[in-house]
């Protein structure tokens, strides 16, 4: 039995033993797939289903996993989840073509994560992240965003899924033998067999290794840099069959390798490959280098391209596309950031859309091939010219290297022994590191039973390994347990032991698993199992012990439960012959668990125990492993190891015991007979280490057993109980004999391991005890560890360390404890470290010295372990001290770092008197401190386990940030300092952009019943906000409404017969509908962007309707009875604005994805209008960019023109300004002016090409491009053809032609680089005012020879239909710039013979283009709209109220009054261009008074001169201008107007002017009133082409302009709404916000209020904008740092979360402010503790906490009695905090009280809630708070001024009291050093303490008696720092008379 125990003493034992079977076996025999089947075929029929069912598959199995064995193979990995630190195991199991991902942990099952099925077997599975980022430099690796994904490699293929639901397939051009993922992506391993040889001479080599970064990329061989013998390198691909990869790992990333000819092993480490390396290994190839260093890339692409031809079919339907790209890619395309040099375009084109739709094509294989196309990478291809470039790439593909990614640099190689084995190759490799942090890197070469470790380390400078000798073990194999670094080792004899490093720690014992040594020499001690002998069978589950899972088998065969067979572990026979059950190989190392597979084939899984489990002591133990040298601290914590995890080892709360036990023991005390550690309890579980001896049974009992009892911790525990006293038990003294007799002689073995370094370790464990003290959640580990403390500090007669305990834990300090003397000849041995100082380190003292600014010597800390303390001192230094460096120093004056080596001498040292430095103004300190705390990783839970007095000058910086915080600090900033509404708008500016809290998720429950009518989703919630006073959104909903009939009012005469009563109401209907088609327009603009769809299912369209109601009876009224003729195709145009309109509801934020898009594709042929207005919105709102370009194709050559028309002015607009290829090639196929003149003539629709003209315009924008603006410049005068193919509607495409260019050279002016030579303004100049056409260049001049031979132009320019385009082309081009000359072009002609020339209509185009170049000219008031009618006109031209008119000969009154209106109404609409989206008022005033005058005007009698379809042009475009310089904000004169014209049908009301009514409307509540008009140059663009006017005559009509262009206003909306949301209740709430204009050179810098939510004015124009107080919380948001802050906000809804202040209401339930809490209580300020109810409080928090302390401790009960006072104090103090809104200063203040209470009743048993309220009096007076308090006189009160001076006077009155109660005579006995009672103790350390009387042996300096006066004493005391209060009541003991002093 004894050796057992021996045995036993050095084991580990495991715990959590567990049978392990991988997931993914059991599942994959219930997934439905390929493998059932296949055990299927193995069976008859009849055998599969005999009998038993079971048994039949079972046999099916039995036969199967012969050859499934060899397939099967998984393997397991750490999984980490954000959330908690929860930690589980992740498996990943391939069998067959099934890859299985499986996680679990030890509280969780196992379930499936994701099943995955190939078609061909899989070959590897495995883990790899994969980078994202565009730069591929070495820095981005640490930042970048990272795809997690999971690779399944098969034979041909490699399939990539990634976690978010990605996949790609990459195409393999060889065979694989193997893969490995690193830290940049993946690395191949090609298996060299020998039939492919490749096509070149024979002695090339390919590379054997491939490397891959991004499933998108190209497979690029991996360059290796060997350093050769003369240390010169050698760069080259790795061609060498002979070299296998072991073993790789990510960090660091190096790479293993096995030489199979030299049988070597290397190690290299992986990185990106330089370009010098890239450079000479290209080189080398070029010059055809010598074959044996080198592979010439030529013939290696030509090889892997004429693999990769023969894999995969070329005729890919994309193979039109991907030539497309031939193209040169240079500066023109910044679109296209390709990855990498040689990657196809398409590759990085097709990265855009979702990978898997349809992409496979150009992934992997085809690629090697495709890649002929692209441009060769310039800097290699010398020999091809740029002109020649794409041809000759073409010619010649073969020509072009594949430039490799990745480098593998050498590192090291083992040493070459004589006697190599053949096949010494690693079969396991692993990265260990030990206890203390060294690393080794081992590998296991099973052949000679080895496990050889390498010690490698970083350098200084982190850039290269250094690696070390090699240790061998001998092992048969081995396995990394890293969460307690250490490796399990499977010895040759069968034994597992545990190594850290090299060195040995223990056997492991596995509980149910014999222990291999004790197999047969020794019976095993096991209950209730007799051996009979060796040879009897042994039923399993007795074998396994613990494992109850496992089936009870019986040994008799007959007997079988086939049912349970299978579950079970073996197939074939499940008895054993012998015990021999060994374990056979270790696997899956996971943490600190890991599985052992055993001799018969089952598995265990088994953990091993932590280091240690309570905080304190991983605390203790850390700090001794940092402070001794390496080889002691592994043995120090190998030992504790042992000890700890011995079979039977501690619980929890014994485990501090056994540590002291270990500790002590190992520095030379005997533990048994020192008393205090002889009485550990340690729970029954007498572990054998603690001397097996005391577990003796004694039947008869004994003395010692009652004096353990009297001496036990549980004793003085019932001694001090409330209950002892109050029976008045006598207290039992133990009898103090045997102490002394053991006190005799104890004395310290110096011989032990860690007698020398006593001293070092007692002063690291007095940090740790420093550092606890500064959490107030260990108060229980302080106690036990200043036992220790105590102990040590006694034996090395440390007395300075002995009274600072006492003062603090009086109670715990023993007078006369036992010492145990160290031989004086002995302590030579102890080793005193530099850092060791005499003083004991105190972090109170030093806070306390701080803040009185006295001088301190920097405090030490522990690096890693005193991380509080760090951060207390720091933060005590820059915001006391106000030193700002102190924090961003690396080594700070204030700590003195502490390390185990010895430090240099530092002379430096001594004190420096810390002054407070005035520099920065102080907010600024708080701000830094609160900043820094918060990227330190502080947080409010850390806050509040410090102690209140030093968590004080922390929150007060934090209640100054408060008050005025920075909008852009970082959400941990916000939530440090109690801003819930900051740090919620940082969290959600994290956040992807989703659904905001502003969107209504249902539509509201009465219009569900009702028919839809597409303006349900609108959130009313806001709206209701922004329009409080009146209804006007719902009469905004039933004018745009048009899914519902319309009312016919129609009387029938009497002479009417009934079938002309119907065509009458069928005609008055038409009329109606003209108006009904007009309306979806409005109607998108009034809901864009104001919904989130569901991606399960389709958009709702609502119906156009339009059918009408006839009254009375309700009849209804259809166009289509066939009665009257109704216009062909009348609708179409009217659904695809309706199609429109809906998708414009979809935000821009929403989730959408190619699938949806199609999904969304109606069945019916008749609703292709309205999906083609659908595409078309989805291009306007950015989500077209998703549709994968298959689907795009698919529906060009569907050839509906209404689809192309949307689709292609979609996707322009989605990639605005970008220059994308891929699309310009697209919109080309559309124009034939793009296309070479050679190519076929193609059928485009005529409105299609000026779709795509405009598209052009949209994707160059900006841009400049000068063969786009070549082209559009003569599209303008496009001639009509000589086959009349361009005839129709060419004023459209002339405007479209003209609106592109303006577009593409948009605002550059004269500047337009490279251009003069098109003379782009003289062109447009003569396009505007006629004249001969020029000689058309470029290559379509063979087209245009011929005249058309039907319309007779001749050689001028018509003039009628280019002047339009050219107008505006030349406003565009010359937008904002100012340039005169060109202005004076544009001026209205001033004479009749000239004004006879012009178009009226032609004049408001110019007039509105001159505005806008003389951009700053532009004035708000009529005086300068009359200012741009010239002279003859103003004086001619007749008001239209008078009533005769003036006759004049040679004066035109018709063209002078149409020319007078048309010049106005383009001032107008300048006018609102300039000011649109500002509301600026006298613009408005000016255009409502002209829109007046224009209504009037259309009724006056002479009307007709002007034209009636003049006046209504001229009235819809003011009415426009008004509505875009109201737009969103909901005016209601304008909406008055709008109205207005709504109710007027019939005459000249067409089709055009309800739309640009309606348009009006619609841009007046633009977004429900969250979007407003942008005046950016590319939003002007936009709306000159939506508001271009010219109105349609009828829904068919494109004559002038293509009515699809009106939506294009959506590029000029933009977000401006801003919307306090209340951070409490989460509901949109009014609030002050002030808003700072900068100045500009029409006003100063100006304030203005407004009551948000609210349109902000354009951003640009912004300084500030502030939420102001009182009601809520300051929050400014500044806009000169940048508007990026602000535009996110916005952009997600805007949302700005605002939180009320306490006591306050919100604007809604209080407008006046009259009814707040404050208001109420400043009436009666002197009563407010009384008047102040408990009930109230709610009205000023929400916060739960305060809530339940104001229920349970300020409600008064009846009969109080004197409870009442303190209740009293509880309201006041909870008032006080509310008000005041430092709700977190609640527990202190609670805190302080209690303290002062226990003071009075002396029941003080620890000291440091005295600290704490010291030092909250010396904050409070410290010069710092001081100079803030003067600074910010306004500023809140932070701790009551009354309550502080009430406690320090009580504390005063109760240590003075006890001073004159007999206290003076302990102070005496303390101050000569003698002892004093028992019962004084308590309170002595107290008045010391709080005080600050210094320690005795400081006193004998100052000399003690002898002093005669107080000043005497004072001189003397002043070194000592004592303060005078303090000084006064000692005065009596020293000045030698020490009778009681009153004071």
Request: charge should be negative; hydrophobic fraction near 40%.
């Amino acid at each position: 039995m004894s050796n057992f125990y021996e045995e036993r003493a050095t084991m580990i034992a495991a715990g959590d033993l567990q049978e392990f079977v991988p997931f993914g076996r059991d599942h994959c025999k219930h997934h439905p797939n390929a493998l059932n089947l296949q055990l299927r075929q193995l069976q008859p029929a009849s055998e599969l289903w005999s009998s038993d069912g079971a048994a039949g598959l079972v046999g099916s199995l039995q036969e199967v996993t012969i050859h499934e064995k060899q397939k099967e193979s998984w393997q397991l990995r750490k999984g980490g989840s954000e959330i908690g630190e929860v930690d589980y195991d992740e498996e990943l199991y391939v069998a067959g073509n099934m890859v299985i991902w499986s996680r679990g942990s030890k509280s969780q099952a196992l379930a499936v994560y994701k099943a995955f099925t190939v078609d061909s077997p899989v070959q590897q599975a495995l883990w790899c992240d994969f980078v994202i980022s565009q730069d591929k430099s070495e820095k981005a690796y640490s930042t970048a965003a990272v795809e997690k994904c999971m690779c399944v490699l098969q034979s041909s293929c490699i399939n990539v899924h990634s976690t978010e639901g990605k996949d790609y397939i990459a195409s393999l051009p060889f065979q694989v033998a193997n893969v490995w993922p690193t830290k940049y992506g993946l690395l191949f391993e090609r298996s060299s067999s020998s039939h492919e040889l490749p096509p070149g001479p024979p002695r090339e080599p390919l590379p054997t290794m491939f490397s891959m970064l991004h499933p998108l990329d190209e497979i690029t061989p991996l360059v290796c840099k060997s350093g050769s013998l003369f240390g010169s390198s050698r760069v080259q691909y790795v061609v060498d069959h002979a070299i296998k990869i072991v073993f790789l790992n990510t960090d660091p990333s190096i790479v293993m390798t096995y030489d199979t000819v030299q049988n070597l092993h290397s190690v290299w480490v992986l990185r990106r490959v330089k370009a010098e390396e890239e450079n000479a290994v290209l080189k080398f190839s070029e010059q055809g280098g010598t074959p044996q260093n080198v592979a010439p890339s030529s013939s290696l692409t030509a090889h892997l391209r004429s693999l990769s031809k023969g894999d995969s079919p070329m005729a890919s339907p994309f193979q039109n596309y991907s030539s497309i790209h031939s193209q040169s890619r240079s500066a023109s395309s910044p679109s296209l950031h390709s990855r990498s040099p040689s990657v196809s375009n398409m590759a990085a084109l097709s990265r855009a859309h979702s990978p898997a739709l349809g992409v496979h094509s150009f992934t992997g294989v085809q690629r090697f091939s495709l890649s002929g196309h692209n441009q060769s990478p310039r800097r290699h291809s010398i020999s091809h010219s740029p002109e020649s470039n794409s041809n000759s790439s073409l010619l010649a593909p073969e020509t072009e290297p594949i430039v490799p990614e990745l480098c593998i640099d050498h590192l090291w190689t083992e040493a070459i022994t004589n006697i190599r084995e053949k096949n010494s190759q690693a079969s396991k490799v692993f990265i260990t590191s030990d206890l203390c942090g060294q690393k080794f890197l081992c590998f296991l070469v099973e052949s000679q039973l080895q496990l050889r470790c390498v010690k490698f380390q970083e350098s200084n400078d982190k850039s290269q390994l250094i690696f070390g000798a090699i240790t061998n073990i001998q092992a048969k194999d081995a396995a990394p347990v890293e969460k307690i670094d250490t490796m399990l080792v499977l010895e040759s004899s069968g034994t597992l032991v545990l190594y850290t490093g090299v060195v040995r720690v223990g056997k492991v014992f596995i509980p149910g698993l014999p222990a291999p040594s004790l197999t047969m020499s020794n019976p095993m001690p096991r209950p209730s199992t007799p051996l009979d002998s060796v040879s009897s069978p042994m039923p399993l589950s007795k074998l396994l012990g613990s494992l109850d899972e496992v089936v009870l088998l019986s040994p008799v065969p007959e007997l079988r439960d086939s049912s349970k067979l299978h579950d079970s572990l073996y197939n074939e026979d499940c008895t054993f012959q012998q015990l021999g059950t060994y374990i056979h190989s270790i696997r899956d190392p996971v943490r600190n668990r890991v599985t052992l597979e055993l001799s018969n084939g089952s598995m265990v899984r088994i953990t091993l125990p932590e280091i240690a489990t309570s905080e304190l002591v991983q605390t203790c133990l850390q700090a001794i492993k940092f402070i001794l040298p390496k080889e002691i601290a592994v043995q120090v914590l190998v030992k504790w190891y042992s000890v700890h995890s011995a079979p039977g080892g501690p619980s929890y709360h014994s485990e501090w015991n056994l540590f002291v036990t270990c500790l002590m023991n190992l520095m030379g005390y005997n533990t048994d007979r020192l008393a205090w550690t002889r009485n550990f309890d340690f729970e029954g579980s007498l572990s054998p280490v603690i001397a097996p001896k005391k577990a003796r049974p004694s039947e008869t009992g004994s003395d010692d057993d009652w004096e353990y009892l009297l001496n036990s911790d549980y004793h003085q525990k019932v001694e001090s109980h409330l209950l002892n006293r109050s029976l008045c038990l006598s207290p039992l003294e133990a009898s103090q004999m045997k102490d002394e007799d053991l006190s005799q002689n104890l004395s310290l073995d110096s011989s032990t391991l860690l007698f020398p370094h006593i001293p070092a370790i007692f002063f690291v464990l007095h940090l740790v005890y420093e550092e606890l003290k500064l959490n107030t959640l260990m108060g229980e580990g302080i106690c036990s560890l200043v036992d220790l403390l105590i102990q040590l500090a006694r034996d090395l007669k440390l007395e300075p360390y002995l009274d600072h305990y006492y003062r603090d834990y009086p109670t715990l300090f023993r007078t006369t404890g036992q010492v145990c003397t160290i031989d004086q000849g002995q302590t030579g041995f102890m080793h005193h470290p530099s850092f060791f100082t005499s003083e004991p380190p105190s972090i109170y003292q030093w806070v306390s010295s701080c803040l009185k600014g006295e001088g301190t010597p920097p405090y030490p800390y522990l690096p890693g372990i005193c991380e509080r303390s760090r951060l207390v001192v720091l933060s005590i230094a820059l915001y006391i001290l106000g030193d700002e460096s102190s924090v961003f120093d690396e080594s700070s004056r204030y700590l003195s770092r502490i390390t185990p080596a010895p430090p240099k001498s530092q002379a430096d040292q001594e004190e420096n008197r810390f002054s407070f430095s005035h520099s920065t103004s102080v907010s600024n300190l708080a701000e830094k401190l609160v900043v820094w705390m918060a990227s330190v990783g502080f947080t409010l839970r850390d806050l509040e386990t410090l102690p209140f007095g030093i968590a004080l000058p922390i929150r007060d910086a934090i209640y100054h940030c408060r008050e005025q915080p920075a909008a852009d600090w970082p959400e941990a900033v916000c939530l440090l300092i109690g801003r819930q509404d900051l740090s919620k708008q940082a969290c959600e500016g994290n956040l992807p952009k989703g659904k905001s809290v502003l969107s209504s998720d249902v539509p509201s429950g009465t219009e569900t019943e009702e028919e839809d009518d597409g303006m349900n989703d609108m959130n009313q919630e806001v709206m209701s906000l922004i329009w409080n006073e009146d209804l006007r959104v719902q009469d905004v909903r039933r004018l745009l409404q048009s899914a519902h009939p319309v009312r016919v009012n129609v009387v029938q005469y009497p002479e009417l017969s009934d079938h002309e009563f119907i065509e009458e109401k069928e005609n008055r209907l038409l009329q109606l509908c003209q108006r009904t088609m007009a309306l979806p327009v409005g109607r998108g603009m009034f809901t864009l962007f104001s919904y989130h769809p569901v991606p399960t299912e389709p958009l709702p369209i609502p119906k156009l309707n339009l059918t009408g109601r006839a009254p009375p009876r309700n009849t209804t009224v259809d166009l289509n009875s066939g009665n009257i003729d109704v216009p062909p195709n009348m609708t179409s145009w009217a659904s695809f604005h309706n199609g429109v309109a809906a998708g414009l509801k979809i935000a821009p934020a929403s989730q959408i994805d190619s699938a949806w898009i199609v999904y969304n594709k109606p069945k019916h042929a008749e609703l292709a209008n309205e999906y083609a207005g659908f595409l078309m919105a989805l291009g306007l709102n950015g989500h077209l960019t998703k549709l994968a370009t298959l689907n795009i194709h698919d529906y060009l050559t569907k050839g509906h023109e209404m689809t192309s028309i949307g689709l292609l002015l979609g996707v322009s607009a989605a990639k605005l300004g970008t220059m994308d290829m891929s699309i310009t090639r697209l919109l080309s196929i559309h124009i034939p002016a793009l296309l070479p003149p050679t190519s076929t003539e193609l059928d485009v629709p005529h409105n299609v090409q000026v779709a795509a003209v405009v598209g052009i315009g949209l994707v160059y924008q900006g841009t400049a491009h000068r063969h786009t603006a070549e082209v559009l410049l003569a599209e303008i005068g496009r001639p009509p053809g000589p086959e009349m193919e361009y005839c129709t509607d060419r004023e459209s495409y002339s405007l479209a032609a003209g609106l592109a260019l303006g577009m593409v050279c948009l605002g550059h002016g004269s500047n337009l680089i490279g251009m003069s030579d098109l003379n782009v303004p003289e062109q447009l100049y003569q396009y505007m005012v006629g004249g001969h056409r020029r000689f058309q260049a470029g290559m379509h001049r063979e087209k245009h020879k011929s005249p058309s031979y039907q319309i007779k132009e001749g050689d001028t320019i018509n003039v009628d239909v280019t002047c339009p385009g050219a107008t505006l082309a030349l406003a565009m081009i010359y937008l904002k710039t100012n340039n005169r000359s060109i202005a004076d072009w544009l001026r209205a002609p001033d004479t009749m013979y000239l004004l006879d020339f012009v178009k009226p209509e032609f004049l408001l185009l110019r007039t509105l283009a001159r505005c806008l170049i003389l951009w700053d000219d532009i004035l708000p008031s009529s005086k300068w709209v009359d200012s741009n009618v010239p002279q003859i006109i103003r004086e001619n031209s007749i008001s239209l109220s008078e009533i005769e008119l003036p006759c004049s000969e040679d004066l035109n009154l018709e063209t002078l009054s149409q020319a007078h209106v048309y010049i106005i109404a383009g001032a107008c609409l300048s006018l609102g261009f300039r000011f649109a989206g500002s509301e600026n008022l006298s613009a408005f005033n000016c255009l409502h008074k002209f829109a007046k005058d224009f209504m009037s005007y259309l009724s006056a009698p002479n009307a007709s001169v002007t034209g009636p379809y003049n006046l209504e042009t001229c009235l819809s475009v003011v009415l426009l201008s008004l509505a875009m310089v109201m737009a969103g904000s909901g005016n209601l004169k304008v909406l008055q107007l709008c109205r207005f014209l709504h109710m007027k049908t019939g005459g000249e009301m067409n089709y055009g002017f309800h739309l640009a009514h309606h348009m009006a409307l619609g841009i007046l509540f633009l977004g429900g009133g969250r979007y407003s008009l942008s005046t950016s140059n590319s939003s002007i663009a936009a709306l000159l082409c939506a508001l271009y006017p010219h109105f349609p005559a009828h829904s068919t009509d494109n004559r002038y302009h293509l009515q699809a262009l009106r939506h294009l206003y959506v590029l000029a909306a933009e977000p401006r709404l801003l919307v306090p949301v209340d951070v409490d209740t989460n509901t949109p709430c009014y609030a002050l916000v002030e808003v700072i204009y900068k100045g500009t050179q029409w006003y100063e810098q100006t304030k203005e209020e407004l009551m948000a939510p609210t349109l902000l004015p354009e951003l640009h124009l912004l300084k500030q904008i502030k939420v102001k107080g009182p009601r809520y919380w300051e929050l400014l948001i500044d806009l000169s740092k940048g508007t990026q802050h602000l535009k996110s906000i916005l952009s997600k809804d805007g949302v700005l979360y605002v939180k009320l202040r306490a006591g306050q209401l919100s604007y809604k339930e209080d407008p006046m402010g009259w009814q707040s809490l404050l208001a109420q209580t400043v009436a009666n300020r002197n009563s407010e503790a009384r008047a102040f109810k408990p009930e109230t409080i709610s009205a000023f928090t929400s916060d739960p906490a305060l809530l339940s302390f104001a229920e349970y401790f300020c409600k008064p009960t009846v009969n109080m009695g004197q409870k009442q006072e303190i209740l009293d104090l509880f309201s006041s103090v909870l008032y006080e905090c509310v008000t005041q809104e430092t709700p977190e200063m609640l527990p202190a203040y609670i805190a302080m009280d209690q303290a002062v209470r226990r003071l009075g009743r002396r029941e003080m048993s620890e000291t440091s809630e005295l600290w704490q309220i010291k030092l909250v009096l010396e904050f409070f007076s410290s010069r710092s708070h001081q100079e803030r308090m003067q600074n910010y006189p306004k500023r809140g009160l932070f701790m009551n001024s009354e309550f502080l001076p009430v406690v320090k006077c009580s504390i005063d009155n109760t240590l003075d009291q006890w001073l004159q109660a007999g206290g003076d005579v302990c102070v005496h006995a303390y101050l000569s050093g003698q002892p004093c009672e028992e019962a004084q103790l308590g309170m002595l350390a107290c008045f010391l303490v709080y005080h600050s009387v210094p320690a005795p042996q400081h006193l004998p300096s100052v000399g003690l008696e002898g002093s005669t006066s107080f000043a005497e004493l004072l001189f003397r005391f002043k070194q000592l720092k004592m303060p005078v209060r303090a000084l006064l009541r000692l005065a009596p003991l020293l000045l030698g008379n020490p009778q009681p002093m009153v004071m």
